[in-house]
C-alpha cells in the first residue's frame, strides 16, 4: 500500500497570500494524483487530477505539479473561502487508492 | 448535474452488518464505477471499494472479508454492506463516483453529502 505523507500538518496564511501544501509518496505514483478541498461538515471536493489538471469550475488560483514521489498544491492568493483542509489521494497503485492525512489551512 | 445521497441507519450495534445505500440522480447510473469512502471524525479518508454496473466489484484489501457491494440499476442505486462492525467502523460514510475505467481506479467527483454511522449498543 502507499502512504502519502502531506506537509504541514495545518498551514497559517493570510487571506491574500500564497499557500504551498505538499504531499510525498512512498513509491512513484507517476501524474496519477488528484487532490481535494474539504470544508467542516461538507463532503471533500475535487481540485485537481492528473497532478496539475483542474477540475471544472475550480478557480485558477489553485495550481498542481509534480510527478514520481513529490506533489505540490498552490493557492497564488487564498481567499476567504479557501480556508480548509486539504487532501491528496494516489490512483496508481491500488487497491487500495490512498489518501493522505490532510493538511488544514487556517487564517493567520 | 449528477448528485448523490447516501441513507441508511445512524446507529449500528457492534457485530451486526452495516447497511448503506446510495442513490444517483440527474444522470444513469450505467458506465461508471461508483465507490464508498469513508472518514472517521477527526481523521483521514479511506476507500472502501467499488462497484460498476455490471457488478464487478474492487476492494479495498484491508476490508475485503467484512465488504459487500451491489448495484440495482432500476433503481439508479448502489449499495454497501459491511459486516462484523465494530466501534473502529463509526465514521462518515460517502459514496463517489469514480472517474475511472476497468483497469484503474482514479479520481472521485462528485461525491454525496456523507452519513454518519455509529456503532454502538
Known amino acids: 500500500e502507499i502512504v502519502m505523507t502531506q506537509s504541514p500538518a495545518t498551514l497559517s496564511v493570510s487571506p491574500g497570500e500564497r499557500a504551498t501544501l505538499s504531499c510525498r509518496a512512498s513509491?512513484?505514483?507517476?501524474?496519477?494524483l488528484a487532490w481535494y478541498q474539504q470544508k467542516p461538515g461538507q463532503a471533500p471536493r475535487l481540485l485537481i487530477y492528473?497532478?496539475?489538471t483542474r477540475a471544472t469550475g475550480i478557480p485558477a488560483r489553485f495550481s498542481g505539479s509534480g510527478s514520481g514521489t513529490e506533489f505540490t498544491l498552490t493557492i497564488s492568493s487564498l481567499q476567504s473561502e479557501d480556508f480548509a483542509v486539504y487532501y491528496c489521494?494516489?490512483?496508481?497503485?491500488?487497491?487500495?487508492?490512498?489518501f493522505g492525512q490532510g493538511t488544514k489551512v487556517e487564517i493567520k | 448535474q449528477v448528485q448523490l445521497q447516501e441513507s441508511g441507519p445512524g446507529l449500528v450495534k457492534p457485530s451486526e452488518t452495516l447497511s448503506l445505500t446510495c442513490t444517483v440522480s440527474?444522470?444513469?447510473?450505467?458506465?461508471?464505477?461508483w465507490s464508498w469512502i469513508r472518514q472517521p471524525a477527526g481523521k483521514g479518508l479511506e476507500w472502501i471499494g467499488r462497484?460498476?454496473?455490471?457488478?464487478?466489484?474492487n476492494y479495498n484489501p484491508s476490508l475485503k472479508s467484512r465488504v459487500t457491494m451491489s448495484v440495482d440499476t432500476s433503481k439508479n442505486q448502489f449499495s454497501l454492506k459491511l459486516s462484523s462492525v465494530t466501534a473502529a467502523d463509526t465514521a462518515v460514510y460517502y459514496c463517489?463516483?469514480?472517474?475511472?475505467?476497468?483497469?484503474?481506479?482514479?479520481?472521485?467527483?462528485?461525491w454525496g453529502q456523507g452519513t454518519l454511522v455509529t456503532v454502538s449498543s
Open positions: 463517489a463516483r469514480d472517474q475511472g475505467g476497468a483497469v484503474a481506479v482514479s479520481w472521485f467527483d462528485p
Open positions: 489521494q494516489q490512483y496508481n497503485n491500488w487497491p487500495p487508492v490512498t
Open positions: 513509491q512513484s505514483v507517476s501524474s496519477n
Open positions: 492528473g497532478a496539475s
Open positions: 440527474g444522470g444513469s447510473i450505467s458506465s461508471y464505477y
Open positions: 462497484i460498476y454496473t455490471s457488478g464487478s466489484t
